[in-house]
């Protein structure tokens, strides 16, 4: 079952590995060393490697988005609230994820109050229960049965020569 402590290893092996400029994050779903599979921490490190995406963007700093200007016109003590700037960047939110709660705690036991391998766990559920993935073209199907009979054949001929 995920758990804190798989989170964070997550977050960070993926965060260091994206750093480095890896286009893949290795892993997702995977518990105890990869010796695991768990369709909850599937859907758990799906948020988790959407955020490091989302971080790896950077964030530009310019005028518009320090807004300094709007700064010293509002001042100390005034509204910030109800500045145009405010109400175009206030629902730009650094990723949105699925199952990682990002309300405040009235937010969260009005839904239930779950954990979240609870909720990853009912997610994946629903996932597994409704998805209907799309259908392979038949281009797409001719690609892979060719991979595989070219893989069986390689497998074959190592096979002969032991």
């Known amino acids: 079952m995920p758990d804190a402590q798989a989170g964070h290893e997550k977050t960070l092996t993926g965060i260091c590995a994206a750093m480095a400029g890896a286009n893949l994050i290795y892993g997702a779903g995977m518990l105890d060393s990869g010796l695991v599979f768990s369709y909850a921490q599937l859907v758990i490190d799906n948020d988790i490697f959407k955020m490091i995406r ?20 509002v001042g100390p003590g005034g ?33 239930g109050g779950k954990g979240l ?16 993935p799309m259908p392979l073209s038949d281009d797409a199907k001719s690609a892979l049965r060719s991979i595989v009979e070219e ?6 001929a190592m096979n002969k020569k032991r």
Do not use: C
Request: no cysteine; hydrophobic share 40%; aromatic share 6%.
């Open 79 to 111: 509204d910030f609230l109800m500045q145009d700037h405010t109400m175009k960047y206030m629902r730009t939110l650094p990723s949105t994820p699925n199952v990682i709660e990002r309300g405040n705690r009235e937010r969260w036991l009005s839904f």
């Open 54 to 73: 989302k971080v790896m963007q950077g964030m530009r700093v310019d005028d518009e988005n320090l807004a300094v200007d709007i700064i010293k016109s």
């Open 117 to 132: 391998a609870e909720r990853a766990s009912e997610r994946a559920a629903e996932i597994l229960a409704n998805h209907k």
């Open 151 to 156: 893989s069986g054949a390689e497998m074959e």
